[in-house]
């Protein structure tokens, strides 16, 4: 069996039983496994499957998003301790970016003493918190109003931003993968492109839930990011590429 026959049958035990280790492909396909391995890393490539903790699964294709109160109860202490870690990265003095989301909304709880920094955000749920506990400067870009999850979105939101610059971007999403981050919501891709363009640096905050959903707008490559903050759940083989690429990753 070629490569590209052997690839496809991959896919096909992929797509039909979800989740299977690499012995079964090992004894299924009477093949090695270096040559398993392989065969994976070029589809892993491709973006078809992903690698999970002895074997891989499907990318899971994510519809559409989570509103903002059902996000707010999904994987509260991970979220926590991003943020916790996230803090580091806010210097004295400095201007920062809030995408909107709940990872971010923890990152907003934690500098609520923060009186000497400025926070650009487009999310309406972290505005108001820090209107009413903060006491840094709030600027937040308007735009079209994403009912769903509380924020702006679209070319408005994006052109007030593509005026500023901040030290550091705090960016979130629902789905990502060693390809990059992607929406449903094609809306939301002007926004976060700019705010990458903006800012001196770009950290991509999201709790392990989210690797491996892939939706239908690609949005940034991973590669664009100076680091990576999610939890100690991703699998051990993901957290070894992303270093191969010379990210910057930190499980919390």
């Known amino acids: 069996m070629i490569p590209s026959e052997r690839q496809q049958k991959i896919i096909?035990?992929?797509?039909?039983?979800?989740?299977?280790?690499?012995?079964?492909?090992?004894?299924?396909?009477?093949?090695?496994?270096?040559?398993?391995?392989?065969?994976?890393?070029?589809?892993?490539?491709?973006?078809?499957?992903?690698?999970?903790?002895?074997?891989?699964?499907?990318?899971?294709?994510?519809?559409?998003?989570?509103?903002?109160?059902?996000?707010?109860?999904?994987?509260?202490?991970?979220?926590?301790?991003?943020?916790?870690?996230?803090?580091?990265?806010?210097?004295?003095?400095?201007?920062?970016?809030?995408?909107?989301?709940t990872t971010t909304l923890a990152i907003a709880k934690q500098i609520i003493h923060r009186s000497d920094i400025i926070v650009f955000t487009n999310d309406f749920v972290i505005a108001n918190f820090l209107i009413e506990y903060g006491c840094c400067k709030i600027i937040h870009t308007g735009g079209?109003?994403?009912?769903?999850?509380?924020?702006?979105?679209?070319?408005?939101?994006?052109?007030?931003?593509?005026?500023?610059?901040?030290?550091?971007a705090f960016i979130s999403t629902s789905s990502w993968s060693l390809q990059g981050l992607s929406t449903p919501d094609e809306n939301k891709i002007v926004v976060k492109k700019v705010i990458a363009n903006s800012s001196g640096t770009r950290?991509?905050?999201?709790?392990?839930?989210?690797?491996?959903?892939?939706?239908t707008f690609s949005v940034l490559p991973l590669n664009i990011f100076d680091v990576i903050i999610t939890d100690n759940a991703l699998?051990?083989?993901?957290?070894k590429k992303i270093k191969e690429q010379n990210l910057v990753i930190q499980l919390v």
Not at 203 to 215: N, Q
Not at 235 to 239: A, F, L, Y
């Open 12 to 101: 096909d035990l992929v797509a039909k039983k979800g989740v299977i280790s690499i012995n079964f492909l090992v004894e299924k396909l009477n093949v090695s496994h270096m040559t398993i391995r392989r065969d994976i890393l070029k589809l892993e490539e491709k973006g078809i499957i992903i690698s999970v903790s002895g074997g891989i699964q499907s990318l899971e294709k994510l519809p559409f998003e989570p509103s903002h109160i059902k996000k707010s109860q999904m994987f509260e202490e991970q979220k926590n301790k991003i943020s916790l870690c996230a803090t580091q990265y806010i210097a004295k003095n400095s201007t920062i970016y809030l995408d909107a989301g």
């Open 235 to 239: 699998p051990e083989n993901v957290t």
């Open 203 to 215: 950290i991509l905050v999201s709790d392990s839930s989210k690797y491996g959903k892939i939706a």
């Open 144 to 168: 079209i109003v994403c009912r769903e999850n509380y924020s702006s979105v679209g070319d408005f939101a994006a052109r007030m931003l593509s005026e500023v610059y901040v030290d550091v």
